[in-house]
């Protein structure tokens, strides 16, 4: 457990989250580990409507053969994730079956995860390699990996962080108050919604696939992708655990499965689309035959779907920091002009007080609780003297998240003008 950093400098602060998915859920616990006052903002009649709003999605964490910033984050999210389990009983809350087997279907991708548990060190107690029963295949096995309920980890971490929470309360605009003079790097931020004004000392933008709605956050290369899963009844498949072979069949909760997601992000219509539905299954016949119950009979055409939408960055990492105030940019400074006489360096102005987690792509609900942290932290200065956390997080890897790196990207490519 991490111990709850008291600080005079945020007593009497207040933080406002806006977004019920497990973004903003994890931004509450993350503040609630510092006692700040929170108020959680959901436009919908409660939390995790959206994409945090499936029966059941997977938890494990992404890796490449050799290290890479993108698996370093999402192996330490992953073990963050699996610490607060533990920590916060999580198991005896949220509805779940343990075990994810990942299929390795070809000589590449067994070289390539080979090779990440050596080069990520990491313990057979974490994954290790066997062979899958149904499909005989090699396969990587988290034994700690989880199918779980999303809606009711995001819930439960609400409740546990106990924010003030105002649903059907949809933020509408946001802006730092200059009232006497002040900026607001100490002043505070005026947030209107759809049911009235409220003002906090932080703001902590989680809005999932609407970031656009919001001018400040325009800027950010992220797309909303489209994303239809297909639910199947329980008693079709015979698998304990959850198993992974390009799509994915899960263990069962709550009497039902969940048989992979197509995505897409060019159509983004709401309506399922009955073709991808039956592609899942012609898969799952094709890969994983034996894990088929056949006494069951099956009518494909009564599976159930579900469409929502997440958020994707342009290089798919998460997008968790203090938001750069892009309309206080100077844009007369050029990285051609860097490096002759008198170039002037760039300097990123910022919102001090507004942080952002969003991207968080297809593994949202492994890695939001370490980002949510990282964000915290990064936003309400830390006093390491009093704290001890369990897990270092190397400064590369808050760098490489920070929505900072598109600007230099832009400014790099004179795309700022
Ligand atoms: C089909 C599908 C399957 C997936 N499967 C998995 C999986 O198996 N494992 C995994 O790790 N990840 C999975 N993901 C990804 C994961 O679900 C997402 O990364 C994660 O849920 C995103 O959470 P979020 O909080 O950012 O967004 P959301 O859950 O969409 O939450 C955003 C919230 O903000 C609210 N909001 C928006 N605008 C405002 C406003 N102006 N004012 C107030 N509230 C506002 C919305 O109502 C919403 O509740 C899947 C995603 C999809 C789409």
């Not at 929170?38 to 499936?54: D, V, Y």
């Not at 590449?108 to 390699?129: F, G, M, T, V, W």
């Not at 709550?254 to 309506?271: M, P």
């Amino acid at each position: 457990m991490e111990t709850i950093v008291f600080d005079r400098e945020t007593e009497g602060k207040t933080a406002i989250v806006v977004g019920g998915g497990i973004a903003g859920a994890s931004v509450c616990y993350a503040l609630s580990q510092r006692k700040i006052k929170t108020i959680l903002l959901e436009s919908e009649s409660s939390p995790a409507k959206h994409a945090s709003g499936n029966p059941i999605g997977v938890v494990y964490p992404f890796l490449t053969k050799h290290k890479t910033t993108e698996s370093e984050f999402s192996y330490l999210a992953y073990r963050y994730f699996l610490e607060l389990w533990e920590s916060l009983e999580l198991g005896t809350l949220v509805p779940h079956k343990d075990g994810i087997h990942f299929l390795l279907e070809t000589i590449s991708a067994y070289d390539r995860y080979s090779n990440a548990l050596l080069s990520h060190q990491i313990p057979k107690a974490e994954a290790y390699l066997e062979k899958e029963l149904h499909s005989n295949l090699d396969s990587l096995y988290f034994p700690k990996g989880k199918a779980l309920s999303p809606v009711a980890l995001t819930r439960e971490l609400i409740q546990l962080a106990k924010p003030e929470i105002k649903c059907n309360s949809r933020l509408i605009s946001w802006q730092p108050s200059k009232e006497n003079g002040m900026d607001e790097h100490e002043g505070t931020l005026i947030c209107q919604t759809e049911t009235g004004t409220l003002s906090a000392n932080y703001l902590f933008l989680t809005q999932g696939f609407q970031f656009g709605n919001d001018p400040n956050l325009q800027w950010i290369p992220m797309k909303q992708v489209r994303g239809q899963i297909v639910k199947i009844p329980g008693s079709i498949c015979k698998n304990q655990s959850s198993i992974l072979y390009g799509d994915y069949i899960t263990s069962e909760i709550d009497g039902e499965r969940v048989l992979g997601a197509s995505f897409d992000e060019f159509h983004l219509e709401k309506e399922p689309r009955i073709k991808e539905t039956i592609m899942m299954w012609e898969g799952l016949q094709k890969h994983l035959a034996k894990v088929i119950n056949e006494n069951e009979t099956v009518d494909v055409k009564n599976f159930g779907t579900r469409v929502s939408y997440r958020t994707q960055s342009q290089d798919r990492h998460p997008v968790v920091g203090k938001l750069p105030k892009v309309s206080d940019l100077d844009t007369t400074v050029k990285y051609q002009n860097l490096f002759r006489k008198n170039g002037k360096p760039f300097q990123i102005p910022y919102f001090e007080t507004v942080g952002i987690l969003n991207g968080l792509g297809s593994r949202g609900l492994t890695h939001a609780l370490l980002a949510g942290k990282i964000l915290v932290d990064q936003i309400i200065k830390e006093r390491k003297e009093n704290s001890k956390l369990k897990m270092e997080i190397p400064d590369r890897i808050i760098q490489s998240l920070k929505p900072d790196r598109f600007l230099l990207r832009m400014w790099k490519r004179d795309q700022l003008t």
